[in-house]
């Protein structure tokens, strides 16, 4: 909050300047918000940034944690490990705590699989329908079709992009997007489905990815079903 100028003296000769100290004062205290309130976020430029810093920096690992909560409970399980991320093409979660399990998709084409008995089933995924997926890869432009969007800054930096569907019947009905402008990189990714199934990602500790080809092929030794 801005100091206010004083506007009374104890001494009569400050008080004959009381008009123009008050005139002083006010254009003071309506000029210098505008001056130093910091500027809203605007949330496509936003995303659009970070969106290419991640397709710039090539093939990344970082860690993840990812908590489902089914409708109508406030609580959900929480499971975590590994995101490897190839922008815009590709995706793979290599989950390690409660259970292990990983999820491939590159392109239209998806596996998931038990690294235990090393068996998988192979499928294809619409990327536009999937609910949350849109979020990951989809562009900015086409994100901006489907979406009204608002941003504002939060702690450490970061802002959260709000989501909400053009659509009446889209499958989400809310969606946040939490970035790192600074750094260019997506920290949060939160949605509601329709029947009010909320889910949460948590992304950090970024790092290069060494073997991108091993990481975004599926595994030879697996049996996979169509």
């Known amino acids: 909050m801005h100091p206010l100028i004083p506007l009374f003296s104890p001494t009569m000769r400050t008080n004959r300047l009381l008009p123009v100290t008050t005139l002083i004062a006010l254009c003071t205290l309506i000029t210098l918000p505008a001056l130093t309130q910091p500027a809203e976020p605007s949330p496509w430029p936003t995303l659009a940034a970070v969106r290419d810093s991640l397709a710039d920096a090539g093939p990344m690992v970082a860690d993840f ?3 489902f909560v089914p409708a109508g409970f406030s609580t959900g399980d929480t499971e975590s490990g590994q995101l490897a ?3 815009p093409d590709c995706l793979r979660w290599d989950y390690e705590e409660p259970y292990p399990k990983s999820f491939l998709l590159c392109g239209e084409q998806a596996h998931a699989w038990n690294g235990e008995d090393r068996s998988g089933r192979r499928y294809s995924v619409d990327r536009e329908e999937e609910p949350g997926l849109d979020l990951l890869m989809l562009s900015v432009d086409t994100l901006r079709g489907r979406y009204q969007a608002e941003a504002a800054a939060v702690d ?25 402008p600074e750094a260019g990189r997506l920290t949060a990714v939160a949605y509601r489905d329709r029947e009010g199934n909320a889910t949460r ?26």
Not at 205 to 226: H, I, K, M, N
């Open 65 to 67: 944690s990812q908590t």
């Open 156 to 180: 450490g930096g970061r802002v959260e992009v709000r989501l909400s569907p053009n659509q009446p019947t889209a499958a989400l009905t809310e969606a946040t997007l939490t970035v790192d």
């Open 201 to 226: 990602f948590e992304v950090g500790s970024y790092r290069p990815l060494g073997d991108a080809t091993a990481t975004f092929r599926p595994p030879a030794d697996v049996r996979w079903e169509e």
């Open 85 to 87: 991320v190839s922008l």
